[in-house]
């Protein structure tokens, strides 16, 4: 294979380490499901999980046990509901004599300016968040800080340095140089704050195309460990400009994963018995994926010139 | 079905989504939220506030989603936007700078101040029920210029004592929290309006919620059950308005066709 282009398996089995700290990153757009359905299959455990928003696909890894503890700030199946495996790991009445999931939790802009610490190689990121909330209480990792040039306190987080970040793209070339469009989350914090890089796209395209349009590249190959090119590799959630979110599986996640043995069932259905996302989308079907496309919006072009 | 507008029956729903549209009235940029707020934000820039800017905290300013967002991060939000921005930014420059006016915020829990809860029902460490926690909410709370609420009225939601502070309404009181805001450098006014399925709720000089409109087949009594603390209500009371037949046309055929929020 040229370049850093391997495959799923290969880059989960030699980039994630059992009690890694690993951040699938994407805000409910560019979804890593594919990579967190191998993290899965490979039965890689006692892994911290970090995500703003845990999603569906965080609540899959912690019903399949891949997890001690999960770093977050907002915890949802968002515009659904709860996500209830995740929620059986915390409420005491449901966890009994099992072990509870540890959990440490920010707000959206907390875990931003920890990745963003992180990415920048600095101690601590202040915000003007938290003030007078429980939230410093409940983590005493957000710190109230006095300004150096006032009398001003703010509050401080950490950095947070995940040990692999994955990220799903539109597209990368063979060195890993990435391109999105449409939302972008954190999904560049959060991979110059990781010690790897695991990029997975739609697409892998010439180097050329990277260099056409350069204003659309968030992450240069120069911190990419692993280039895994898998088609849906985000299904059910969206990627823009390619597929929608399947909001019936979004739906349909809620009533089985509130039943522990559905859960189970459909991790084996979909995870476990599958050997890896191209046997996923072969099991979805041309026609349900086909029904996911949206319209047409190209964006118009741009003249970057040229100056030999 | 909770009254009749120009012959035309409406829901609680569409009441409470038509008196926060309305309060909404020249605002210029609002944070929006999925649900709800995304439905009242829509009519309202269809209506009383065409020139409001939309920003998602995923990461856009000046959206013009063609459908209703399936979640926060729907790519209907992106397409024919003004700008696209990182979440980062969007925090730091647009909310945190003070570009925001009004931001949205749901609660599990408030209090007469507007104190919210969305982090857990009962202790922290060992909680009934798990809830999704802040998200963007206490950014919101602290740093968007008027910040609206928009729920339904219950004793188990309108309490006297929350379990956890999520995101800071005016505190103990107006003077206490005045205060510490100007200390702190906060960009917020704090909580302006509570939109509920029976009335409308604004804040008196001492900080506490007043009810300033009750909605159409609503009764004080069913606001006084429906609320853990007795409430203040305003001694010039007065009847919100019934939803016009262009609001509820706008509702059902452009916002929510399929009904997810308004039945």
Redesign the interface.
Known sequence: MPGKVTTMRDAVADLVRDGDTVAIEG???LIGFSAGHEIIRQRKRDLTLAR??PDVIYDQMIAAGVARKLI?????N??VG?LNA??RR????SVGDGTALEVE?????GM??RY?AGAANLPFMP?????????PA?NPLIREIRSPYSE??VYAVPPLNPDVTVVHAQRADVAGNTQV??????Q??AAFAAERVIVVVEELVDEAVIRADPNRTIIPGLIVDAVVVEPFGAHPS?V??AY??D?RF?LDWDPISRDEAATQAWLRDWVYGLDGRAAYVEKLGDAHLASLR?GS?PSGSVDYGTYA | MTGVADDVAFSKSEMMIVAAARELAGQRVCFVGVGLPNIAVNLAKRTVAPDMELVYEAGVFGARPARLPLSIGDPTIVTGATAVVSMFELFAFYLQRGLVDVGFLGAAQIDRFGNINTTVIGDYAAPRTRLPGSGGACEIAINARNVFVIMRQSSRSFVERIDFRTSPGNLGGAEQADAIRRAGGWQGRGPSVVVTDLGIWHFDETGEMRLDSLHPGATLDEVRETIAWDPKISPSLSPTPAPTADELRLVREELDPEGIYTK
């Open positions: 805000f409910t757009h703003m928003t977050f700030s907002w915890l949802g968002p515009g709860g995740i929620r915390i409420e005491p009445a939790e920010y707000s959206h802009f931003v300016a963003t915000l003007r968040s938290y003030f007078e909330t429980d939230l409940a001003e306190t469009w449409g939302l972008l989350g954190c560049k914090e969206y823009q400009g929608d979110r909001n979004y949206p919006a």
